[in-house]
């Protein structure tokens, strides 16, 4: 086996492959508190997110996506990761996450928080697919922050 | 006659006049590169004529008086000569300089605006396969003026839909804004009708040539446009350097695009009078190295011939057409076969989607483009949010369409589709 195809096996681990075709949490789903509509410019992968925090609980993430195997199986470990979390905890998760895309490769996944997010440390050495992997993590940062000043107005 | 041209053809003499062809990728894989409808590679040719120019010529144009800046000069000048024989054009002063194809179409769009060829309740017309370079200036256009923006349709077949021309180039219109060949389906357009329709109502035409002036022999004087856009890097040139080519006394009734030197005639702190085309388009110091480099660019291309090189690539893409519709699951976007059709094809597999595709691809040493390719209208006609692009060129060969229908097979089986 050649090194890029050796590469290639490192970006599609089976646990992407595995959320890609059973996608977590899938679809839109009421009580939401915020929607947000993203996507990748350069590429046209989009997403519809809500979220749906109640007191200071993300009791549920639910989304239409529509992408690669890599966005779409991102959104699925997202959504298994952050539902039932605190909002805080939620978004230590996410800056965990966001350093191990952006880390070229050199970040070290902490599996106790990341659990099956690990699998996307390949994904850093791929530049071109960082931005698949965060485009579901942006989209939750968004919502959540909309979803909380919406709270703080009332 | 046409077989014998095309045997003649020696398409592994033209990779050896391409270094970049012979290099290896990770895991010394050959280099099998099927994005040329993204850019083009370089023949030594054009990186000579670049690194020539630096090493011995390198002066600024039009203003400085030494005897670098009259070689450079000189060079520039003569590149915009040789472009403009290269495309038919009746004067040289027809070609105008920009840094590529979308500011060309930037600058036609504002300065009809300007110049009050365009205004509230007039109309232009473009069509939903056109790339977003030349769907957005004309957006800004309408929303400076109060113009309106209307559309030709496409066919499922992939071809543009001429059937209402009389209900959308109307007496209101004043530009007609079209792809010669279209950088994602594949259709090379019925230019003709077109404009001869919009002129009937004195529209001006423009057209993106961005890939047909690389692909097939072109002539704008016998084409009747009034202006047409292309870049330099798809027809083997530099980056950083495009062409507007104009109807002169049309350019020559239009207002400066971007102020600055060169670009005018005098200045007083009162106002400026302007240079008369091209320079009045030119603001600043030009793309000089590259204009140097396209020239040679189309030297190049002038010297195997473009009705060749057309030739070529309507063989490859037949070969390719073919090849790509046996795999199960491939749905070609575009036409199906090689009729009236450039070197581009868009493609989608079932249950596997483009980027994953690219990806394995290059893990093969495949290269070629998946996503939008700035065509967004055109995949929301089809459906379809993303495809994979395979674009061939004169140095394609059937042995790389067999390593992407290979490596295609391999990625089905990856995905398990």
Known sequence: MNIDAQNVDALYQEIILDHYKNPHGAGLRDPFEAEVHHVNPTCGDEITLRVHVDGSNVSDVSYDAQGCSISQASASVMNELLVGKDVDQALSVLEEFQALMQGKGKVEPDEDVLEDGIAFAGVAQFPARVKCALLSWMAFKDAVAQAISQEGNR | ?417
């Open chain 2, 1 to 417: 006659m046409t077989t014998l041209e095309t045997a003649m053809y020696d398409v592994q003499q033209v990779r050896e006049d391409f270094p970049i062809l012979s290099r290896r990728l990770a895991g010394d894989l050959p280099l099998v590169y099927l994005d040329s409808a993204n850019t083009s590679q370089k023949p030594t040719a054009v990186i000579d004529a670049i690194e020539q120019h630096y090493r011995l010529h390198n002066a600024n144009v039009a203003r400085a008086m030494h005897q670098l800046g009259a070689e450079a000069s000189e060079a520039f000048e003569d590149s915009r000569t040789r472009i403009a024989e290269f495309i038919g054009a009746s004067q040289r002063e027809e070609v105008v300089f920009t840094k590529n194809a979308s500011e060309a179409l930037n600058l036609v769009a504002r300065v009809l605006g300007d110049g009050g060829r365009v205004g509230d309740g007039d109309e232009i017309v473009i069509t939903e396969m056109e790339h977003h370079s030349n769907i957005v200036p004309w957006q800004l256009l309408c929303e400076r003026t109060g113009a309106t923006l209307r559309w030709f349709g496409v066919t499922d077949e992939g071809r543009l839909d001429l059937s209402n021309i009389d209900a959308l180039i109307t007496e209101r219109t004043k530009v007609v804004s079209v792809t010669w060949v279209s950088n994602m389906l594949g259709t090379i357009n019925p230019l003709d009708a077109i404009i001869a329709k919009a002129h009937q109502v004195g529209a001006l035409v423009v057209v993106d040539g961005s890939q047909s002036v690389p692909q097939i022999p072109v002539d704008v004087a016998a084409l009747g446009a009034d202006f047409v856009a292309f870049t330099g890097h798809k027809m083997v040139g530099p980056t950083g350097i495009g062409v507007l080519w104009g109807r002169y006394d049309v350019l020559a009734d239009l207002p400066p695009f971007l102020g600055g030197g060169e670009m005018i005639e005098t200045v007083t702190m009162e106002r400026s009078t302007f240079a008369r085309p091209p320079a009045r388009f030119e603001a600043g110091t030009p793309p000089i190295a590259q204009a140097v480099g396209l020239a040679a660019a189309a030297d190049y291309l002038a010297n195997i011939g473009m009705d060749q090189i057309a030739a070529h690539e309507q063989q490859i893409t037949a070969y390719a057409l073919s090849a790509l519709q046996e795999i199960d699951g491939l749905t070609v976007v575009g036409p199906k076969d090689a009729v009236d059709r450039g070197g581009a094809i868009s493609f989608t597999l079932d249950g596997v989607h483009p980027h994953d595709i690219a990806q394995l691809l290059d893990s093969r040493g495949v290269a070629v483009r998946a996503g939008h390719h700035c065509a967004k209208p055109a995949h929301l006609r089809f459906g379809v949010q993303a495809t994979t692009r395979a674009s061939f060129y004169l140095y394609t060969t059937t042995d790389e369409i067999d390593a992407l229908v290979a490596a295609l097979h391999h990625t089905k089986k990856y995905f398990g589709a």
